[in-house]
C-alpha cells in the first residue's frame, strides 16, 4: 500500500484532497457532480465552468432524478424501444442492492469509480460514467450486452478485486438471477447519466459555447418562462440535452447487433483451458498443437502482431509499462497535461481525480485473463483490443497476418500459463 492509499483510509472526512470519496452503505444519497470533467476545462482552458457545471446537473436531474428518487425522463418511458434499455422498476432495487452488496466501496454511489477502497486497487474500479467498458463481446467501440454485465456482476473479474457476487447463498436460481438483472440496470443507469453529464460539459469546447462571455448551456429559469424569446432558447437548448440521452440509449440498445460472433477453427486444435492443453500436449493433437504454438510465438514477436512490445517477449508483462488507460488520459495527456506532473495535477486531484497509474500489460504466465481465458474470449481481445486501453485491435495482412493466425496467436499465450493451472 503506497502511502496516498493509506492517508485515504485515514482521512476520509476530506476524501475529496485525496481522490477518494467517504461513500459507504450507510453514507447519504447523494450523486456527486463531475468536478473534474468540468475543472479540467477551467484549468487548461481558462474558462469559467461552475455554471456549466450547474447547468449539467440540473438537466441531469431533471431527466435521471437524484439519488433519492432515481428515474428515467418521460421522453425514455414513451418510447417502446428506449424504454427497454433498463427496467424502470428496478432502480430502487438495483440500487438498494449495489450497496448492500458493496459495489458502492468500490465503485463510489455515483458509479464515479472511487469508493471508500478505490485507491487500493491496481487497476482502479470501473468508472461507468466515461460510458466505457472494458471485458465484452461487442465491438471495441460499442456498449456491453445485458449478459456481459451480468457475467462480471455474477461471476467477477478473474486477478481484480471485482469479486463474484456475494450474498447468494441459499438462494434459488431465480431469484440469483433477479439480483443480476436489478444490478445491471443500476449500471446501465449510473453510466447513462453520467455520460449525459460528461457531453453536456464537453459541449462547451465541442459546441463552442462562450461561457466567458455568459452563455449557458441552458437557463433553468426560462424553464417555464412567459417570455416567448426565453422560453424558445430554453426549449432549443434542452433539445440537445434530450438528443444527447437518447443518442446513449441507442448506443445501449445496439449493443446486441454488435456482438463479435466467433467460431471455433477445424483445422487448428485450440485447447479451451491450461488443463486440456497440456492434455493434448500428451495426446494425438501434440505435433499439430506444437506447429500451432511455433508459428502464434513467430506471430507473437513479429513486426505486424508485435504483442511483445507490450507483453514482453516471454509474455510477462514487463514490456511497455508507462502508458495509462483512457481513465487517466481523459483528464491528463488529452487536455495537454502530463500524468507523471503531480504538480500540474494536484488541482485535478483535489477534486476527485484518482492519482495516476500506469497500466499493467498482462503477465500472460500468471494464467489469468480480467476479460475471460476461452478461446472466444481470447479471440475478442485479440481482434477487437480492449476497450478504454492501449490494447488496440491486431491489423490484418494478406499473406502475413491472416484471421486464422489469431488461434495460432491463442495456443502460443495459452502456452505461457505455467504458474496458474488452479486458476482455470
Known amino acids: 500500500m503506497n502511502l496516498r492509499s493509506s492517508l485515504c483510509i485515514a482521512v476520509l472526512a476530506i476524501p475529496a484532497l485525496l481522490g477518494c470519496s467517504s461513500e459507504t452503505p450507510s453514507a447519504p444519497l447523494r450523486y456527486e457532480p463531475n468536478l473534474v470533467q468540468a475543472y479540467k476545462y477551467e484549468l487548461t482552458?481558462?474558462?469559467?465552468?461552475?455554471?456549466?457545471?450547474?447547468?449539467?446537473?440540473?438537466?441531469?436531474?431533471?431527466?435521471?432524478?437524484?439519488?433519492?428518487?432515481?428515474?428515467?425522463?418521460?421522453?425514455?418511458?414513451?418510447?417502446?424501444?428506449?424504454?427497454?434499455?433498463?427496467?424502470?422498476?428496478?432502480?430502487?432495487t438495483g440500487q438498494t442492492l449495489y450497496k448492500e452488496k458493496l459495489c458502492i466501496t468500490c465503485h463510489g454511489m455515483s458509479g464515479d469509480g472511487r469508493g471508500v477502497n478505490a485507491s487500493l486497487s491496481t487497476p482502479?474500479?470501473?468508472?461507468?460514467?466515461?460510458?466505457?467498458?472494458?471485458?465484452?463481446?461487442?465491438?471495441?467501440?460499442?456498449?456491453?450486452?445485458?449478459?456481459?454485465?451480468?457475467?462480471?456482476?455474477?461471476?467477477?473479474?478473474?486477478?481484480?478485486?471485482?469479486?463474484?457476487?456475494?450474498?447468494?447463498?441459499?438462494?434459488?436460481?431465480?431469484?440469483?438471477?433477479?439480483?443480476?438483472?436489478?444490478?445491471?440496470?443500476?449500471?446501465?443507469?449510473?453510466?447513462?447519466?453520467?455520460?449525459?453529464?460528461?457531453a453536456l460539459i464537453d459541449d462547451v469546447i465541442l459546441e463552442d459555447i462562450n461561457v466567458a462571455e455568459g452563455e449557458r448551456l441552458l437557463n433553468p429559469a426560462f424553464k417555464d418562462s412567459e417570455n416567448e424569446e426565453e422560453a424558445e432558447e430554453f426549449e432549443e437548448l434542452w433539445g440537445y440535452a434530450v438528443d444527447h440521452a437518447i443518442e446513449i440509449a441507442e448506443d445501449w440498445l445496439d449493443a446486441e447487433d454488435d456482438v463479435v460472433e466467433v467460431e471455433l477453427p477445424e483445422d487448428i486444435p485450440v485447447p479451451a483451458n491450461l488443463a486440456e492443453f497440456k492434455s493434448m500436449m500428451a495426446g494425438e493433437q501434440a505435433e499439430a498443437l506444437t506447429a500451432s504454438v511455433k508459428r502464434g510465438g513467430e506471430l507473437f514477436r513479429g513486426k505486424i502482431a508485435a504483442c511483445n512490445k507490450c507483453h514482453g517477449n516471454e509474455g510477462k508483462g514487463d514490456g511497455q509499462t508507462a502508458d495509462y488507460d483512457d481513465w487517466t488520459k481523459d483528464w491528463t495527456v488529452r487536455?495537454?497535461?502530463?500524468?507523471?506532473?503531480?504538480?500540474?495535477?494536484?488541482?485535478?486531484?483535489?477534486?476527485?481525480?484518482?492519482?495516476?497509474?500506469?497500466?499493467?500489460?498482462?503477465?500472460?504466465?500468471?494464467?489469468?485473463?480480467?476479460?475471460?481465458?476461452?478461446?472466444?474470449?481470447?479471440?475478442?481481445r485479440i481482434t477487437v483490443g480492449i476497450a478504454g486501453t492501449p490494447m488496440p485491435a491486431v491489423t490484418f495482412v494478406p499473406g502475413e497476418f491472416e484471421k486464422q493466425d489469431v488461434w495460432h496467436l491463442i495456443n502460443f499465450v495459452r502456452s505461457l500459463g505455467k504458474d496458474s493451472e488452479a486458476a482455470e
Open 335 to 380: 487536455v495537454n497535461l502530463k500524468p507523471d506532473d503531480r504538480d500540474a495535477l494536484i488541482p485535478l486531484l483535489a477534486r476527485g481525480a484518482l492519482e495516476p497509474k500506469n497500466i499493467q500489460p498482462r503477465n500472460f504466465a500468471e494464467g489469468v485473463f480480467h476479460g475471460g481465458s476461452t478461446p472466444q474470449d481470447l479471440y475478442r
Open 124 to 198: 482502479y474500479p470501473r468508472d461507468y460514467r466515461m460510458g466505457v467498458f472494458k471485458f465484452k463481446s461487442t465491438k471495441r467501440s460499442a456498449k456491453p450486452t445485458r449478459d456481459d454485465l451480468a457475467k462480471l456482476i455474477r461471476h467477477g473479474i478473474p486477478g481484480t478485486t471485482m469479486t463474484a457476487l456475494p450474498g447468494t447463498e441459499g438462494l434459488s436460481e431465480e431469484q440469483i438471477q433477479e439480483q443480476v438483472d436489478a444490478l445491471v440496470d443500476y449500471v446501465i443507469y449510473l453510466s447513462w447519466r453520467g455520460e449525459l453529464e460528461r
Open 45 to 92: 482552458e481558462g474558462l469559467p465552468m461552475q455554471q456549466v457545471l450547474d447547468d449539467a446537473n440540473w438537466a441531469v436531474q431533471e431527466m435521471f432524478g437524484t439519488a433519492v428518487e432515481p428515474k428515467l425522463p418521460e421522453f425514455i418511458l414513451e418510447d417502446e424501444d428506449l424504454a427497454s434499455v433498463i427496467s424502470v422498476d428496478n432502480l430502487k
